[in-house]
């Protein structure tokens, strides 16, 4: 017998003797990799991060949206209930700023009602300066002067 036979013999039999089973298995075991599987990884981590950023980036447009619409629901409320518990409400109402430029004093008329809305006070800077008639500044129905212009 040659001598690789016979070490093969006295292996087999010592396995015997001592009574050694042997099963297959599979274990995670960290290996060298290659340089193509590290460049397939660094592809995989860098389209990761950008999705990643950009979920973050659609959380905080999202959380921003809620926030907005919960700002204007609690809005609405607010309104809701400063009506339902003082019986008023804002609303635009056409009024008229009379102008006493001798006395250097204006206030405020609703048309409708003619109820003083704001007293008489003192004119601002701006409220002082007289309109010149055919322009924008020229306030409506008036001609800068208080009274009511002519229509050619």
Do not use: H
């Not at 590290?38 to 447009?61: C, G, I, P, S, V």
């Not at 809305?117 to 800077?125: F, G, N, S």
Request: one cysteine or more; glycine letters at 6%.
């Amino acid at each position: 017998m040659a001598r690789g036979t016979i070490q093969q013999a006295a292996d087999q039999q010592a396995a015997q003797s001592t009574a050694i089973r042997t099963r297959e298995v599979v274990r995670q075991i960290k290996v060298e990799v290659t340089q193509e599987e590290r460049d397939q990884n660094a592809k995989r981590l860098a389209e990761a991060t950008k999705a990643a950023l950009m979920l973050e980036e659609q959380r905080r447009d999202t959380v921003a949206d809620f926030n907005s619409r919960i700002k204007k629901q609690k809005g609405v409320a607010e309104e809701a209930s400063e009506i339902v518990l003082d019986g008023l409400r804002s609303r635009e109402i056409r009024c008229v700023q009379e102008f006493d430029d001798a006395k250097g004093l204006t206030r405020v008329v609703r048309k409708d009602t003619l109820e003083e809305i704001e007293k008489w006070r003192a004119m601002t800077e701006d409220e002082r300066q007289l309109a010149v008639p055919g322009t924008d500044d020229e306030p409506e129905g008036g001609n800068g002067t208080g009274e009511e212009g002519e229509e050619s």
